[in-house]
Each structure stands twice: as C-alpha cells, then as structure tokens.
C-alpha cells in the first residue's frame, strides 16, 4: 500500500529538502520507518502489508516540518472501485471521478453507515479499555464482534488463543477476570458483506461525487418541477432521514439495533 502528502502553508506548497516516514501502530509501536519519494509537490511512501488496525504517521521533511497524518487499514470494503463505477455511467468518467475520490467517498459511506447504524460492515479492528468485574465475559461496547486479536492485563500482554466470542455478543475468556482491574483489548468485529447495504452504498457514493449536478438548492425541502407539479424532498435530518436518499435510508434503517433506541435511548 501507498501513503502520499504534500506539504502545504495553507495552499502554499513547502520546499523541503527530503521526507522521513513513521507509522505507528493504535498502541504507539513503531511499526515503519524509511524514506519518501517527491513527485511534484507530493512525497509518497511504499508500506508493507500491515495488520487491521488504526496508524498514526508522521512526515518529517527536514527542519522545514513535521506534519501527522492517519489512516486505518480494514479487512474489506463496502464496495470496490470497478463495482463503483459500473454503478452509474457517469462514474466511468476518469477525469471527472479519479479513482483516489472515489475510495475517499467509499470511506465516508463506511463511516457514515457505522455513525447512523452503530454497526460495520466492514470487518475492522478497535482499541477499547475495560475493567474486570470478576466474572469471564467482557462486553466491549462493539456490536458484531468477530473475535479478540491482543490484549494487556494488569501485568503486560495476554494469550488470547483461548478467547471466544458467546451468544450474547460479548468476549469470553477462558479465566475470570480481576475485579477492578484494567484491560487493553483489540476487538475485530464487523458485520459480512450485505448485498443490500452495498447497493445502498452504492447509491450514497453516486449522491456524494455528483452532488453539484444537481440543479435544487442545498436546503430546500421541496420544489415545482417545470413541467407542473408539487414535489416534497426527503431531507437528510427530518421526518427519520439520515442521508436523504430513502431506499439508503431504509436499508440502514433494519440493521439498527432498535432495542438500543427504544429501550436504552442509545443511538
């Protein structure tokens, strides 16, 4: 995989001289280290293959900057370019919809979809602390769990091959956990690959990237069309809309925990 940055005083590009890399791992292990390569204005960096997780990387160009960036690597993705842009003609416009634009989108859909479901549907991998109550499960506050990829206990790291994952959701270890003590753990969870939320991605990829093809206003919640008639818009953030878009919306809408909402008042 490839990392690029460009330096920048605000839209200004910075001179410098040459670029180190560091990644770091969601526990801040170093993980990469090495050289960036300028083409342009831009500095990008070739990384090994890395394990599922969040990474924090700092790009030093000399005694000129320090700049930090993120990213996160996932087990899948909702949707892969060439599925994108068979979607919708248009998409197939390379100069109009660059492959970098639409895997950011991708990215905003997954992480849209999770904010409005509480739910992945990418298999991914989350840092969470808890404390030990005495008993064996751990409820990680993660719906959908896959299973448990390291932990540290009170006394440094744990073997998680006797781990497991009950009916109930929640980790299960072989071995009661101390009262009151804290654990670190990496939890994998996320949901398969779901014919109708990957359409419904689809959709909300193709509303973002060609958004200002539109010819209604940004905050309209109606319009009269030319020809005659009268047209209420589904508007994201009224009546129960999330997106806007309504079969987006009702897709999401049945893989919502609604015992969080209605009895809990989570979500």
Do not use: C
């Not at 979809?113 to 751990?138: K, L, W």
């Not at 206990?153 to 009262?179: H, I, K, M, Q, R």
């Amino acid at each position: 995989m490839s990392l690029t940055y460009a330096f920048l005083d605000d839209e200004t590009p910075l001179v410098v001289p040459a670029v180190s890399v560091t990644v770091r791992n969601s526990v801040a292990e170093t993980v990469y280290t090495g050289s960036a390569v300028q083409s342009g204005d831009a500095w990008t960096v070739t990384l090994p293959a890395l394990p599922t997780g969040l990474y924090a990387v700092e790009w030093k160009g000399g005694e000129v900057a320090t700049d930090r960036t993120s990213f996160e690597v996932v087990g899948a993705f909702l949707f892969t370019v060439p599925e994108a842009r068979s979607s919708d003609i248009d998409l197939t416009d390379v100069q109009r919809f660059p492959a970098a634009a639409i895997r950011h989108y991708r990215e905003v859909v997954e992480e849209e979809f999770e904010t409005i479901t509480g739910r992945s549907f990418v298999p991914r991998v989350r840092r969470v602390t808890v404390t030990g109550d005495g008993s064996t499960a751990v409820f990680t506050g993660l719906l959908d769990v896959i299973g448990l990829v390291s932990a540290d206990g009170p006394s440094g790291p744990l073997d998680v091959g006797g781990w497991t994952v009950n009916d109930a959701g929640f980790l299960e270890a072989p071995y009661e956990l101390t009262e009151g003590a804290r654990y670190a753990l990496a939890v994998e969870y996320g949901l398969p690959s779901l014919e109708d939320v990957k359409r419904a991605g689809l959709l909300r990829l193709r509303s973002l990237l060609t958004a200002e093809n539109s010819g209604i206003p940004d905050r309209a919640t109606n319009f009269v069309a030319a020809e005659g008639g009268n047209f209420t818009l589904a508007t994201a953030g009224r009546n129960g809309y999330e997106t806007g878009i309504p079969e987006v919306d009702a897709t999401l809408s049945r893989y919502r925990y609604r015992i969080l909402t209605d009895v809990l008042g989570v979500g």
